[in-house]
């Protein structure tokens, strides 16, 4: 999952990138189709009820959409840096494009449940491939001082999709049926393919060693703390979260019309959860992750307690979404510190385990939900938010590696 941590990565390369001529145009473009991109990966998050019943399968059944595509994105994001290291970044990107619009039509148009998994299988190859792409095309496109406000623009889709995407889906599923909300993630999608064909420039790859960059960081200790505490961190997290639809109706009695609203707020907190993180780990990287595990765990673990009183229940849920956007932006940065000369590998196999994650989550959480009821997975992220606290707080050696 990509962040806002990244503006300050992607300034260490400058020196060693290929500039290209780029337009602010073609930045934009670039960060509507990442708001596309996180729109389209958690759009069914806000319509798994309706997505359950009209395929005739239970709510934990849905959440393989989402289990599918971050499974699939877990496996696209290594494999990337070497398929794709040959290829014109222009070209890769009009591809993956090509693959969103497709994804959205095929799932906006399933007969069945087994074409909709199918539609987000072409998703999750879509997100791997695209986050470890684009993430790093701001400093070539806008090359100098200005690569910072260039990654910002790319990035700023992440947050965009989180606050405005996904509850403008739920509202238009509502108003119209989930198909409709697909059916327009496909279309905004074709519309950044057809400006991204004639804004984006030419970009050649650029000189990589592939997937021997990610076997030299699996050496280094620092990296296998940060994947572990990733993976369960955002398990607990998504477990929680892909029903938090189910959860608001059947627990918090919060009507269906009303739900796009309480999604809009978790979102913004969200987005607000983004900033608050950047500058955390400006602060100290360390205490900001240790302070976001913490909120993440006291706030899902207070809604359990008055999770039938919504005036109550409420707040918290936004207290959440604080904690969920700081998270990515907070795990990111601290591993960024064990490799702080291969950011590009380290983004790659943080997307993948974030992925991973995400799909397990859903998947888990599913399974508990249909056998110990939704309270169960709400439970589970608190235990993985405080066990990730932990785990990270253990004692060891800075970039300690396993080989010695």
């Known amino acids: 999952m990509p962040n806002q941590i990244r503006l300050r990565a992607v300034s260490t390369h400058q020196a060693t990138s290929s500039p290209a001529p780029g337009t602010w145009a073609a930045l934009l473009a670039i960060g509507v189709g990442a708001f596309a991109l996180v729109t389209t990966e958690f759009l069914p998050v806000g319509l798994l009820p309706q997505i359950a019943h009209d395929m005739g399968v239970s709510e934990g059944q849905a959440g393989l959409v989402v289990t599918l595509s971050g499974a699939l994105a877990a496996i696209a994001a ?6 794709a290291r040959q290829f014109d970044r222009r070209h890769v990107l009009l591809s993956l494009l090509g693959m969103l619009v497709v994804s959205n039509l095929v799932v906006a148009t399933a007969p069945g449940f087994a074409v909709i998994l199918v539609g987000r299988v072409i998703l999750g ?3 791997g491939a695209f986050w470890t792409v684009a993430g790093s095309l701001g400093p070539r496109l806008r090359p100098g001082p200005q690569a910072g406000l260039a990654t910002s ?3 700023s889709g992440v947050s965009l999709g ?3 995407g996904v509850p403008a889906g739920a509202l238009l599923g509502e108003l119209l ?9 496909a279309a905004l999608a074709l519309v950044v393919l057809a400006a991204a064909t004639f804004l984006v420039p030419a970009l050649a790859p650029e000189s990589t060693r592939g997937l021997k ?7 280094i200790r620092k990296v296998w703390f940060g994947l572990a505490g990733t993976v369960l961190a955002f398990v607990g997290q998504f477990a929680a979260y892909t029903y938090i639809a189910p959860l608001m109706l059947r627990v918090m009695h919060i009507g269906p019309a009303t739900i796009s609203a309480v999604l809009l707020g978790f979102g913004a907190a969200g987005f607000v959860g983004n900033l608050l993180g950047g500058w955390a780990v400006g602060k100290h990287a360390h205490r900001a992750l240790m302070s976001t595990l913490f909120l993440l765990g006291a706030s899902v673990l207070a809604l359990t307690m008055v999770e039938a009183h919504p005036a109550l229940a409420v707040p918290l849920v936004m207290l959440w979404g ?3 956007g700081m998270l990515p932006i907070v795990m990111q940065s601290w591993m960024f510190s064990a490799a702080p000369d291969r950011l590009e590998s380290v983004q790659a196999i943080f997307v993948s385990a974030a992925q991973a994650s995400i799909g397990g989550g859903a998947l888990v959480g599913g399974l508990m939900i249909d056998r110990l009821g939704i309270n169960s997975a709400l439970w589970l992220s608190v235990g993985a938010a405080f066990a990730t606290a932990a785990l990270i707080s253990l004692p060891r050696k800075r970039n300690h590696r396993l080989t010695r």
Do not use: C, E, H, Q
């Open 213 to 219: 960059d990610i076997a030299d960081l699996l050496k």
């Open 322 to 324: 604080l904690g969920f």
């Open 177 to 185: 049926g989930w198909r409709y909300a697909f059916g327009a993630s």
């Open 153 to 155: 623009i790319i990035l």
């Open 78 to 83: 290594p494999l990337t840096i070497g398929a």
């Open 125 to 127: 190859a879509t997100i």
């Open 162 to 164: 989180t606050v405005a």
